[in-house]
């Protein structure tokens, strides 16, 4: 893969943080050595991150989705969930599903956090969710959107109503 070298002003995705726009590059002396940060501010929360220029790919960081992608999100969750999915929610606990669904959230793969949104989707209209399902559930449905917005240029609440829908008429077909 080549790599992308990202420059102030650019956005960009922190999986399990969301959309963030390079603010500046920040040099350092750490130990005997000059490092450069990328300073990361991300778009809807208070929060600021510095990640050495030279890590951002093993940290995960990624640019923005093409729309392309963003199209196949919405294909994903209509469609319904895998035949093989009601046993393993059966068979699996909460902590294993939950660990499987935190390390595909820290690898930051649309597709993949398409596929949670989905699934917990369809958890949600099986059982009321536990606490931690409902958490998880509200953080996939928030990074989805906030990309979404982003590279649709919509506002979030928009991109928001679009997931919902996409996902609510799933439902209605599956039924």
Known sequence: MAVKIFAVNDRVVYPGHGVARINRIVEKAVSTEIVHFFELKFLNKEMTVLVPTTNFESVGIRPLSPLTLINNVFKVISRPVKDSFEYELMVSNWNKRNKDYQNKIRK???????????????????????????????????LLAEEIAVVEQVGEEKALLRLRSSINNQAREAR
Do not use: C, P, V, W
Request: no cysteine; aromatic share 6%.
């Open 108 to 142: 930051g793969d649309l597709i993949e956090l398409s596929e949670i949104y989905r699934d917990l989707k369809h958890i949600a209209r099986q059982k009321e969710l536990s606490f931690g399902e409902k958490n998880l559930l509200q953080k996939t449905e928030m």
